[in-house]
């Protein structure tokens, strides 16, 4: 079958496939504490509504690879661009104070939307940790910042996740900035970031996963009592 390697930005339309995707790509122990046994298509159902609303912000690109016959979304990336490139569009500039209430807004409609059956609370810690981590590692420099990668099982090894990954690197080197994401210790996609120049520059590791759930649960999962998220900086080009 041939394939559309050429990334695109995704349409409103995209979201239910983009939710499957993710969905499908959230199988690891830890997603599994986070997620519970929801299967896939009530997963994706849940996803939905939050990821069309982003698919609309100025700030957040998902970027897709397509099959040529059917125009099916079988990758996707999502990224969040510069805040300078948002506070440009928006004509903007956003106080200190403007935005951590504004995060802490979005914290709370986060939480609230989450999946009933979820770990509300383990979710929350992860993304607030990763979150600080994230502020470590880049003190205020600007970046582009990969939130989400999926590919369709199906389609796996064929090259559409580093493409989707380099959309954001012409552009970031045109404006001197760096390209940000975070992953799991124990991701084999590791191994791709670091092919296509990305650098270890941090970790952040919830180092009790028994305050969040249950033991039995815990053990059924095989997630450890420890899990650790990998922050990965791809510098600029044309840095001195």
Request: hydrophobic letters at 40%; a neutral charge.
């Amino acid at each position: 079958m041939a394939y559309n390697w050429t990334p695109s930005e995704a349409q409103a339309s995209d979201a239910d496939a983009i939710a499957s995707l993710f969905a499908l790509s959230w199988s690891s122990p830890f997603t599994r504490l986070q997620f519970g046994s929801m299967n896939t298509s009530t997963l994706a159902s849940a996803l939905a509504p939050r990821i069309a609303q982003q698919i609309a912000e100025p700030h957040m690109r998902f970027i897709v690879g397509r099959t040529d016959d059917t125009q099916k979304v079988v990758a996707v990336a999502q990224w969040s661009v510069p805040a300078d490139e948002r506070a440009f569009k928006s004509g903007i500039a956003e106080s200190p104070e403007d935005s951590a209430e504004r995060q802490n807004f979005e914290d709370e409609a986060y939480y609230e939307s989450l999946p009933k059956n979820s770990n509300k609370d383990l979710i929350m810690v992860s993304t607030i940790g990763l979150r600080s981590l994230r502020r470590q590692v880049l003190q205020g420099r600007t970046h582009f910042y990969l939130d989400n990668l999926a590919t369709h099982p199906e389609y796996r090894g064929r090259g559409l996740a580093g493409r989707l990954i380099e959309w954001a690197f012409v552009q970031a080197d045109k404006q001197g900035a760096l390209v940000y994401l975070e992953t799991a210790s124990d991701n084999k996609a590791m191994g791709l970031y670091k092919k296509l120049g990305f650098e270890e520059r941090g970790r952040h590791t919830i180092e009790d996963l028994a305050k969040f759930v249950k033991k039995e649960e815990l053990e059924k999962s095989g997630a450890g009592t420890e899990h650790t998220h990998v922050a990965f900086v791809r510098y600029p080009r044309n840095r001195c």
